[in-house]
């Protein structure tokens, strides 16, 4: 091609066997990632996603090891990112010692690490035009097939086996879900669009154009707001980078590709504006402007939702707004959050409820998880990157890496937005190209940083590189970071490298396989096999003993056979990993059952708040009111009774109970009124007979009452 290498090709010569091997891995993330899928598990398609990305980073932290090893040197090249990026992986590790739920936070953990890691990979060992070519490109060809099949997907032309897919118009391509499908194509699509404006050979830009057409129209068949929103704001900005590199001689070089842009956009006001047949009812225009139009706003339920997440979470963050949380703990949280959120004002009769275990906000939760310090630290980043990404624009005079890191931060940007309506920093595919964004990056940015720092923080300058014959020479020069203590055992590293690497690929296997028998266990189940599903569901925890829905599902199997205390032990174990909505109110009536009140009154009121009909509160608060009426404490009774025929005035059983807490309370007159209730509304119920013998008891209690009176009066 023509642009130059990016460092001079002396200088990083004969590349070692370990970081060609990196380089393989690294393509192998683009490919393999956003393909990877096993529509048989209950999760749909991240699980072998967050696999293969977790294999396949330890994998090149292995290779970098090795080539530390072979060079004898323990270095890390210095970018402005090193810094913060460190600290936010600290952030994280410390951030388990004060978790309210730490084995979540452990299980959270390397879908965390996998992308700052990444970062130091990429900017560790690609160093060369070809090598980053080869990775964007195989990024952008990867993507393009994808948008195909989107395209396909939105037309019906599928695979057989996908079932019940989450999603609008099943266009999800292999995500199980269309946002994260959305979330996926917003990263390299403002690259392709970059380098369409910036490469110079023609059959590049017809392929790229081709790209660009796929990915945009698969976008847009997803009909994903805050993604659509993301790429619209990503366009401005990379034109706005571009206009500020090259000044208005940028537009006037492509002048008629605006003009033809302009004209579509002309177009695309008069398809949506003016009734014509392409936007009729059914069509993708309609379908696009009822998504975006104001009143579909105001209306859409999926806004109103988000709108009582990020209520709740806020809650959340007030009660740990330093330190968080913990990792992870969100998922943990939701739910006890959600009820607190709905107990404040109308809030449950604005909001529909919902289980989330995502904030639909990657500021909130990050702040919620990890405080405003973990939050901190990740606008640093930011802040960092893309100021040292307008450094490199103004020095780098090649107009085609300047294209690479406009695109590259067009992705980025495309990200943050997105990032503050959905959750694209926790789905596979997106993090393995944000951090891979930020690495290529620097890395072309590395032409005027050639610096290395060891890990006790000082400086190598390199002005005469390593050669294959003097390699020897060079490392026991004394600029070298060499500690011959060290790398006197090099077969001995080698050795621990390569145990350290294998116990976290088993560390990260683990709960995968988990997932595994816990979908066969829930097949099983469903058949009724439930001996099958036991061996299952047991199987599931030798490999992963923290799957809280496992412990679940076990106590309602023994539950259903009747053997109460180790349904107890099962559902307790439960809640130690998972917040399930049914979890409280079944150890709420176990607790009955085994006469521990006081503790089965604790679960039943969260219980009632967990629900999420308010109709279905009422069962739960008359159960609340008789055994508060057990404990003798009736006014606690008389309240639960009443909020009760708040929400059903007609609820037979709550003004029976209500009657029987007025009559402890001595308060006959109230009684009698809701005996008398009882009696209008069922009046051929057991209810209405025990009501009716009250009444006639309380009548003739009142008429003896008046004779003895007269016979003690003069």
Not at 86 to 100: E, R, T, V, Y
Not at 318 to 323: A, G
Request: aromatic letters at 14%; proline letters at 4%; one cysteine or more.
């Amino acid at each position: 091609m023509e642009q130059k290498e990016i460092i001079s090709s002396h200088i990083f010569s004969g590349k070692s066997i370990y970081t060609k091997a990196i380089e393989v891995i690294i393509i192998a993330l683009l490919i393999l990632i956003p393909i990877a899928f096993y529509p048989y598990l209950l999760r749909i398609f991240n699980p072998p996603k967050e696999l293969i990305f977790n294999f396949l980073v330890i994998a090149g932290l292995m290779f970098w090891g090795f080539k530390m090893v072979d060079e004898e040197k323990i270095k890390v090249i210095s970018t402005p990112l090193n810094l913060p990026i460190f600290a936010f992986i600290i952030i994280g590790l410390l951030s388990l010692l004060w978790s309210n739920s730490p084995k979540v936070s452990l299980l959270e953990l390397p879908l965390f690490l996998v992308g700052p890691l990444l970062f130091f990979i990429v900017a560790n060992n690609i160093s060369e035009e070809r090598q980053i070519n080869c990775l964007l490109y195989t990024a952008l060809i990867v993507s393009s097939i994808l948008g195909v099949y989107g395209i396909l997907q939105y037309n019906g032309i599928d695979f057989y086996f996908w079932k019940a897919n989450i999603g609008r118009h099943m266009v999800f391509g292999l995500f199980g879900n269309v946002n994260y499908f959305a979330e996926y194509l917003i990263v390299p699509l403002p690259l392709a669009i970059s380098l369409f404006f910036t490469t110079r050979n023609r059959t590049n830009k017809i392929l790229l154009l081709i790209g660009i057409l796929t990915m945009g129209g698969s976008l847009i068949l997803t009909f994903t707001r805050g993604s659509y929103l993301a790429i619209g704001i990503s366009s401005f900005f990379m034109l706005f980078l571009y206009l500020v590199t090259r000044g208005k001689g940028f537009i006037k070089e492509h002048k008629k590709i605006f003009i033809f842009i302009l004209s579509l956009i002309i177009l695309a006001t008069f398809l949506f504006a003016l009734p014509n047949p392409l936007n009729e009812p059914g069509t993708v225009i309609s379908k696009i402007k009822s998504r975006i139009s104001i009143s579909q706003l105001t209306k859409d339920t999926s806004l109103k939702r988000r709108e009582a997440i990020w209520g709740f979470t806020t809650l959340m963050i007030k009660d740990h707004p330093i330190l968080g949380s913990g990792l992870g703990t969100f998922k943990y949280n939701s739910l006890s959050y959600q009820a607190k959120f709905f107990n404040l004002g109308e809030n449950r009769h604005l909001y529909p409820y919902g289980i989330a275990d995502k904030a639909h906000n990657e500021y909130l939760q990050l702040w919620a998880e990890l405080g405003l310090i973990g939050l901190g630290i990740f606008i640093w980043i930011i802040i960092v990157y893309f100021r040292s990404g307008i450094k490199y624009l103004k020095r780098i005079k090649d107009r085609y890496k300047q294209g690479i890191i406009i695109g590259l931060m067009g992705g980025v940007i495309a990200v943050l937005i997105d990032a503050i309506f959905g959750f694209p920093l926790h789905l596979p595919a997106t993090i393995c190209l944000f951090w891979l964004s930020l690495g290529v990056t620097f890395s072309i940015g590395r032409i005027e940083t050639k610096s290395i720092v060891n890990v006790f923080g000082k400086k190598e300058k390199i002005d005469i590189p390593p050669d294959k014959k003097d390699n020897k020479k060079t490392k026991k020069s004394k600029n070298n970071l060499r500690d011959d203590s060290i790398f006197k055992w090099k077969p001995l590293l080698y050795l621990i490298i390569i145990l350290f690497c294998t116990i976290l690929v088993i560390i990260t296997y683990r709960p995968f396989i988990a997932q595994v028998y816990e979908f066969l266990g829930i097949q099983a189940a469903v058949k009724r096999d439930y001996n099958t599903a036991t061996s299952y569901f047991h199987l599931a925890l030798k490999w992963n003993p923290y799957f809280g829905n496992i412990y679940y599902n076990l106590g309602q199997i023994v539950y259903q056979k009747g053997i109460y205390n180790k349904s107890i032990e099962y559902f307790e174990k439960a809640e130690k990993f998972i917040d399930h909505p049914n979890l409280p109110s079944k150890l709420a009536y176990l607790y009955l059952k085994k006469g521990e009140i006081e503790k089965g009154i604790s679960y039943l009121k969260k219980a009632i708040s967990y629900q999420e009909d308010e109709k279905d509160t009422i069962p739960l608060l008359t159960d609340l009111g008789n055994n508060y009426m057990r404990l003798k404490k009736y006014k606690l009774a008389e309240e639960a009774f009443k909020d009760a025929l708040d929400i059903n005035p007609d609820f037979i059983n709550a003004h029976y109970g209500l009657a029987g807490a007025y009559l402890k309370q001595n308060l006959i007159n109230k009684a009698q009124i809701e005996l008398q209730k009882i009696i209008e509304l069922a009046p051929d119920s057991p209810e209405a007979q025990y009501a009716r013998n009250m009444l006639q008891q309380i009548a003739q209690e009142k008429l003896s009452k008046e004779e003895q009176e007269e016979e003690k009066s003069p």
